[in-house]
């Protein structure tokens, strides 16, 4: 979710567009069908849980790595063309 607002505030919509929709079209809606087969009403509660650590480890921590090193980027070539 931090990832998500971020990309957000800067301005960034596919990279919020991709971490917002896949925890719920990519991890949670095929979670959903799979896990109560094998743990009833359990796997239900679960998914919702586990499609969030799915993204992000998955998605929001690469995403929010490139994000970091574009900002950090942009905040040196600022300093350097500041002086």
């Not at 998500?4 to 069908?33: C, D, E, H, M, V």
């Not at 998914?47 to 942009?74: E, M, R, W, Y």
């Amino acid at each position: 979710m931090v990832t998500n607002t971020f990309y957000q505030a800067l301005g960034r919509p596919l990279g919020n567009t991709i971490l917002g929709l896949s925890r719920q079209i990519l991890f949670l809606i095929p979670l959903i069908k799979i896990l109560p087969i094998y743990f009833n009403e359990y796997g239900v509660a679960a998914a919702q849980g586990i499609s969030d650590i799915c993204a992000g480890l998955l998605l929001a921590i690469p995403f929010a790595i490139h994000i970091i090193k574009i900002v950090d980027k942009a905040e040196t070539d600022k300093v350097i063309y500041d002086n």
